[in-house]
C-alpha cells in the first residue's frame, strides 16, 4: 500500500477518535450533567470564588492548594476535603438542591484561613 494512502487512513482514523471523544459534550468540552472544576486555593482565596451550576450536575472538583494545606469545606453537602502543596484532591457530589451555598476553609492552622470563602449557585433546570 503506498505510504499516502495510509497516512491519509491514520489521519481520517484520528479525525474520527476525535470527532467520538467530542460527541455528545457542550461548552468547553463538558458532557451536559457533569462538570469538572478545578479550584486553586492560595493566599487566603479560592480561584474561581463562584461556581455556577444547575441543578443535578455532578461536579467533579480538583483542590489544588498553591502555598499551605487549605480545605474545601460544604457544610450543606458535607463535604469536607483537605488538599496540600503538591497533593492535589480530587472528589465528586452531585449538586442535587438549588440554593447557594458558601464553600470555605475549615483549617485553623492560619488565621488567614477563615477569610476564605467562595460561592456554590446551584440553579433550578429548566427542562
Known amino acids: 500500500m503506498a505510504i499516502g ?14 470527532a467520538a471523544l467530542g460527541a455528545g459534550s457542550i461548552g468547553s468540552g463538558q458532557e451536559q450533567g ?8 492560595k493566599r487566603y482565596a479560592f480561584s474561581p470564588a463562584r461556581i455556577e451550576v444547575a441543578a443535578n450536575d455532578v461536579l467533579r472538583i480538583t483542590l489544588v492548594a498553591e502555598d499551605i494545606p487549605h ?9 469536607a476535603k483537605r488538599a496540600a502543596p503538591g497533593s492535589p484532591v480530587t472528589f465528586e457530589f452531585r449538586a442535587d438542591r438549588p440554593g447557594r451555598f ?3 476553609c475549615s483549617l485553623t492552622n492560619d488565621d488567614g484561613c477563615r477569610d476564605m470563602r467562595g460561592e456554590l449557585v446551584v440553579t433550578s433546570r429548566i427542562p
Do not use: K, P
Open 5 to 18: 494512502v495510509l497516512a491519509r487512513r491514520a489521519a481520517a482514523a484520528g479525525l474520527l477518535c476525535a
Open 34 to 41: 457533569r462538570r469538572e472544576i478545578t479550584v486553586v486555593a
Open 71 to 79: 480545605s474545601f469545606t460544604i457544610d450543606e453537602y458535607r463535604i
Open 102 to 104: 458558601t464553600y470555605y
